[in-house]
């Protein structure tokens, strides 16, 4: 598959209090292939993969935050933060237009993002169903939702 790049805009991708290692993994080689311009993680560090065999580590950034106030005390200028998250004031992924330039965030599984998080985001999207989904999983498909758009 051929990266794809944004001439115009950017966006990165990330976890918030992932539980295990190898999602951020697997996130870092989908955001690669499917044009992310970095990647982060927010209170988790990472190890790296031995089943990266892509090397995405060498092609785009992770950054790693060790709070949510020093993330978003980071995010880049003029960038719009979109939460990942089942919740009521989120709009479907179906019907939602990617902002040229964003960073989308997700929670772990088992604890999405938490009502301060939520406040603070621009905006809020969720995908079908009614369980959640593995994050990696997650982050793939938005990433894939966006490229499908452009």
């Not at 051929?2 to 190898?22: A, L, N, S, T, Y």
């Not at 697997?26 to 044009?35: E, P």
């Not at 785009?60 to 919740?87: A, R, V």
């Amino acid at each position: 598959m051929k990266v794809i790049r944004d001439k115009d805009g950017f966006f990165g991708i990330g976890i918030m209090h992932g539980k295990h290692e190898h999602n951020i993994g697997t996130l870092w080689r989908s955001a690669y292939i499917m044009g992310a311009s970095f990647i982060f993680t927010i209170d988790h560090k990472y190890k790296h993969q031995c089943s990266d065999v892509q090397h995405a580590w060498r092609k785009i950034p992770l950054f790693q935050y060790k709070t949510f106030d020093d993330f978003y005390e980071n995010l880049p200028y003029d960038c719009q933060l979109i939460g990942m998250e089942m919740d009521e004031k989120a709009e479907p992924i179906s019907e939602f237009n990617h902002p040229k330039r964003c960073v989308y965030l997700l929670g772990c599984e088992s604890n999405g993002l938490g009502p301060k998080v939520l406040d603070k985001c621009h905006k809020l999207v969720y995908l079908p169903g009614e369980h959640s989904l593995n994050v990696s999983v997650a982050g793939s498909i938005v990433m894939f939702d966006r490229i499908n758009k452009a």
